[in-house]
């Protein structure tokens, strides 16, 4: 089984002088879309150029066997809990209409760090529900808050297109034309802004530029969150809206692809400039201020990039929404200055460590001394006044930042919903599928190789863990249906929390199993 809590020593002693965290979230970034990756990998379209990830990552270490969750909500939840999606519920993307949401009783990251003494902000796509004004970022631990809550949104003007999943008039399609309905949703706190209209990559970048200009250079430690919308598409126009498109970038960007000839990879090459861009002007932002000697910054994509919409994931099998390598094995690296912790043994290099998403949360709090300690009575781990539940998440500061062996061996990538789940790697080893398919990652990452029918003794051990998850899985709290009165039309053109309160924590508490399978064909 993982450890659940990073010790309270250790957590203490590297703490004396915490750094600044800096955590920039990508969304729907390609695997082989950074061009370290395609440098390395060769590429099966054109390179993207991205030389400021690539000074970042090439100053400490890439992350190359990190993992995230095959979608977006349940890589969100699970960095800031900790937990899998079994055991907070969000398994799928969350949709705007719906009263789902991350479970009330989850203890975020940023409340462990806000009680550690920081001071907590967060610019970009939250994407974690906001049925009640109690679901939104700054009721979860953030200081302060810009950015939106949806999905999805237009790049320039912020308003978020309801998207319906499997709902039949899930958008409120009926009373509105036949066009699913949007509403603003740009907003700085609790105020909604309505007249923006510039492209949200650099909109985002100006307000991280802000808060570490206006943050106090004796103050406390700064964690600064940074939830790009960047490179996940736009909305689809409509008839209302026909300048809306799902590809969206300053032509500025997309200029040094105009050989691309496919329209749609041309302007993604542009958006993940843009992205790169930004990161480049975040990170002298932080020299400006007198800040990046003193700052740990890492760098994740929240899934593999939707092949569909001209990513690449090359060399690995499948992308966004699949438990392909090419959906949940992800870009990350971690970076920083002389005082950011990191050994000077680890810089320059690659870490084939094992991390998932969920130890961002217990190893940022080592970094920042949050003081986990474990509390077995009550099946969690408690910092300060706070007992978060039991964490899935394993500290990994000790691999990444001195070049430790990983503790961790296991990792669930899905159990329901998602092509592909039930799925999970233990070891070399994969499992996933129903009839299951086994592959051995370290000879075979592109997943070419099934040898379920082979090697039925392993197969059979995987899915006796699987049935382990299985059976501590809680209600998924993201597939509630869609509510008349969450509609825009109803809030002044805007989305909005439309409940005062919901019951409980906010999700079904109906006991609930997924249909497991051993059959081996």
Sequence with gaps: MLA??????????????????????????????VSYHARKNGNDTNVIHT??????????VKLENYYVQPVC?????????????????????????????????????????????????????????????????????????????????????????????????????????GEP??????RRGREVLTNSSTYSTELFTAEAERVIASHPKQGPPLFLYLAHQAVHVGNAPVASHPTWALQQVPARYAAPYAFVADEQRRLLSGMVAALDESVSNLTGALHAAGMWERTLLVFSTDNGGPTT??????????????????????????SGGARSGLSARVRGGESSAMIHVTDWLPTLCEVAGCALAQHGDEGGTRTGTMTTKRLDGVSAWGAISRGEVSPRTEILISLIEVSGSPALRVGDYKLLGRPPQLYNLRDDPGESNDLAARMPAKVAELQARLAEHNATAVPPCDRQRPDPASSPRLHSGAWMPWRASVVGNGCPQERWLTKMTTSTQ
């Excluded at 990073?6 to 800096?22: F, K, R, W």
């Excluded at 030389?51 to 400490?60: E, G, K, M, S, T």
């Excluded at 690995?316 to 690296?333: D, H, P, S, V, Y």
């Design 73 to 177: 909500s349940p890589t969100r939840a699970a960095l800031l809990t900790g937990r899998y999606g079994s055991h907070t519920g969000i398994h799928v993307p969350l949709v705007d209409s719906a009263p789902g949401g991350l479970p009330l009783d989850e203890i975020l990251l940023p409340q462990l760090l806000r009680a550690a003494g920081y001071r907590t902000a967060m610019v970009g796509k939250w994407h974690l529900g906001f049925v009640t004004w109690g679901h939104t970022p700054q009721e979860r631990g953030f200081d302060s808050y810009f950015g939106f809550y949806a999905g999805s949104t237009d790049y320039y003007s912020l308003q978020s297109e309801c998207w319906p999943a499997q709902w039949r008039d899930g958008c409120f399609q009926a009373e509105n034309g």
């Design 309 to 334: 919409q001209a990513a690449s994931n090359y060399p690995l099998r499948g992308g966004k929404a699949t438990c392909w390598e090419g959906g949940t094995r992800g870009i990350g690296f971690v």
């Design 4 to 33: 659940t809590a990073i010790s309270t020593a250790a957590a203490v002693s590297s703490a004396v002088d915490p750094p600044h965290i800096v955590f920039v979230l990508a969304d729907d970034y390609g695997f082989n879309d």
């Design 51 to 60: 030389p400021a990830l690539d000074a970042l990552a090439a100053q400490v």
């Design 181 to 186: 309905v949007a509403g603003f949703d740009l």
